[in-house]
């Protein structure tokens, strides 16, 4: 997925947790059916009794799963994966219930989306992954699954009462997990964890029946989301003909790539990927730049991460100005940085896709302004612009340069 260039208004909420900056990427209360959660079985056994007895629906304000018939039929997995990809460092708060004895209830978190290739047979997700479970009626391990070692954290409390709704709370940092449950200290590690990843709900074997509610996930690092908006002037190649020894061809085609052209091209490319369920996105969809990546927003949630399709790339040297604390790193209040900078777009890769490429690159000059630290919490606001800018490109094979500007705002609380 790379982007195709442009962007928009991001109203980004950022919220202080333990020293650390919140934002909100994504929330599901479960009131309607949201594409974002993918349902799978895993392990069937290719017993069409216990797959019909299965499910995984999001119904009467909670997502369910339900695994096999009941007790003793001890295979098969009700599986719902989040299809939106996780930061690095991130918080998961949800609320679950599982309803009887029989069965396991997993929270998984894989290097990759476990869409099983044969849902017949039982597999485990690709290394590495970690995942938090109840087993049967008691609080069972956080489990940390490398390809170099395996590691049980044990809970602090493994007394479960099942029928019961608990509170989870993952906060995940890069050498750390920590699960708390109705606001207690569950399971912790401390060493190298997996960044980013795939999210996903099991239910597993012997009927067991999960339900879920009040799902959130937010990004914990402190790197601001700025609004970003471009404009593009495209002088595309026109048409030749010939009269005799004389070829005349036309003035260029002068066409402009609007933010609503970018957002349709988009989700045209993401649901050919397979990324998106349809070919338009909302209609208050917008995108944003979160250092050098590009993201696709609705609100404050985060419906995809497109930085496969577009990228925003800096270069070196940097030429500097202003007045920068040299004790916390701040600007004081105000500085300036100049370097080169610009966007780039490729959806070729994508087969069936727009068949779109270019680069825009020019001068970018940032302005940073924060406010004197008061208990360690500080508001920044970042203005980029790039003006005048060029680049070229092709649009389904046809070449073309193109001129415009980039600009990016953001102003968030943060904290030292």
Known sequence: MKTKYIILLAIISMLAYQGRAQLLIFSDNFSTSNSVWRFNLNGTHADPTAIAASYGIIANGMLQLKANVDCGWDYLGSRAV???????EYEIDFSANKTQWCGGFHAFVAVTNLTPTDPYADGSPNLPWYDIYV?????GQLRIN?????????????SFSYGTWYNYRIVKKHNSIMVYVNNSLQW??????????VFYFEA???GATAQIKNFALYDLSTIPHLNLTTAITISQQNTSHVSGVITTTTAPKLLKLTTKDILNALAFDEHVEGNWPSNSFPKNTTLALAGNSIVVLNGTNMLLNVSDIMSYNTGEPQVTSGKQNTATGLASPTAQKLQIAGISFDDTFINGGNNLKFYLDGVSSKTTTDTAPVNGVYTETQNLTISNAAGDGSSQDVTFTCTGSVSATGKSPLHL
Do not use: K, W
């Not at 087993?135 to 609080?139: C, D, L, R, T």
């Not at 912790?188 to 990843?197: H, T």
């Open 146 to 158: 490398t390809v170099q070692t395996n590691y049980d954290a044990q809970p602090i409390n493994s």
């Open 204 to 206: 597993e074997g012997a």
């Open 135 to 139: 087993a049967g009626s008691v609080f």
């Open 188 to 197: 912790s590690y401390n060493g190298n964890v997996l960044d980013g990843g």
């Open 82 to 88: 989040l299809g939106i990809p996780l930061p690095a």
